[in-house]
């Protein structure tokens, strides 16, 4: 009979539109918040309100921020004349955690994909070519994730910038490090042995 | 760097301090969260103070209740002279889906752990006792979990209530239906085995 307690079902509910959250854990999650003590509780809500209000979209790269700008292009040290697009801002966190990379990003928020009726002018491809416009970036790095809807999307961008004079570089295909030939899928074999450099 | 956001930063822990749930999933739960509409967010933060709110313990069973007593306690349908003794909120949801008791319950919000440091006053048993006061209780069924804590809880209880003239009974231990002997544990197959019933 528990469950049919109104305010319950409604917590049940919202956790259960989780990505990747059934019911039995989105319970567990429900039971959990009944746990807290009151201010743990208000604590919960509180962040989820901050989060969505405080946490917009930077100016320029469209990354997360909780500014203007993201500490990226707020940062004087990082190189402006590179630019790497991404599909999403948990992109730039991984490339960020390289530790390798001194440029800035651009974050499509999403991809090209006609089967999802999402076009060109769907993801944030209008505000790249606005800030090529001033001729201060010589390379766009397209980090577009290694799909189908990825690959059409970094095609189609590169198509858009080679006019303009930019070098568009796309990033490498290849077995993962520490992975298994024998269970790499043919594809990335095959795109591995093209690719393959002399030691 | 979108992971230095304060904000983010902190629903992803709120969401990390969760049970079953690791920094992984957190975030992907944060950016679900930042994806929601401003009104979705409001509503998700809603529900869970709404759920901490409104939801309180019946007054006769502790069992989880929107109202002074829970929609079990309230029936006039109910059989009153029966007592199901569970250890928690979802252990009453449990029973009630085999639509095969029609007594009421109690929940005990825990069990006898002497090595967590809760003893009998820690849950709910100074409240059964007070329902049994009145002499309208045949009997009371332990159904606490079949774990050693729940075993004792339940020794400790029907040590309490025998002086009492009350009947005091135990869930069946066994083989749960559908499952293969091959994989039974060997306690549980001696249960099984001693519990045997003619056929």
Excluded at 5 to 28: C, N, S, W, Y
Excluded at 85 to 99: M, Y
Excluded at 102 to 111: D, E, F, I, K, R
Aim: aromatic share 6%; with cysteine.
């Amino acid at each position: 009979m528990a469950y049919n307690l109104a305010p319950l079902q409604q917590l049940v509910e919202q956790f259960e539109r989780m990505p990747g959250i059934g019911h039995k854990t989105a319970q567990r999650m429900a039971f959990y918040i009944l746990g807290l003590s009151k201010e743990q509780a208000q604590e919960f809500a509180n962040a989820v309100t901050n989060a969505h209000t405080k946490i917009k979209q930077c100016k320029i790269c469209c990354d997360l921020a909780d500014d203007e700008l993201c500490p990226v292009c707020k940062s004087e040290t990082r190189d402006k004349s590179v630019i790497c697009v991404v599909e999403d801002p948990r992109d730039v966190a991984a490339i960020e955690r390289t530790h390798e990379y001194n440029g800035t990003y651009h974050v499509l928020h999403g991809a090209i994909s006609p089967m999802d009726n999402r076009g060109p002018d769907s993801i944030k491809i209008k505000e790249l070519l606005a800030r090529l416009k001033d001729g201060s970036v010589d390379e766009v790095i397209m980090a577009t994730n290694p799909t189908v809807e990825g690959e059409a999307t970094a095609m189609y961008i590169s198509r858009l910038l080679k006019p303009m004079g930019i070098t568009v570089s796309r990033l490498a295909y290849g077995v993962p490090v520490g992975a298994d030939l024998e269970y790499a899928d043919e594809v990335t074999l095959s795109r591995a042995l093209e690719g393959r450099s002399v030691i």
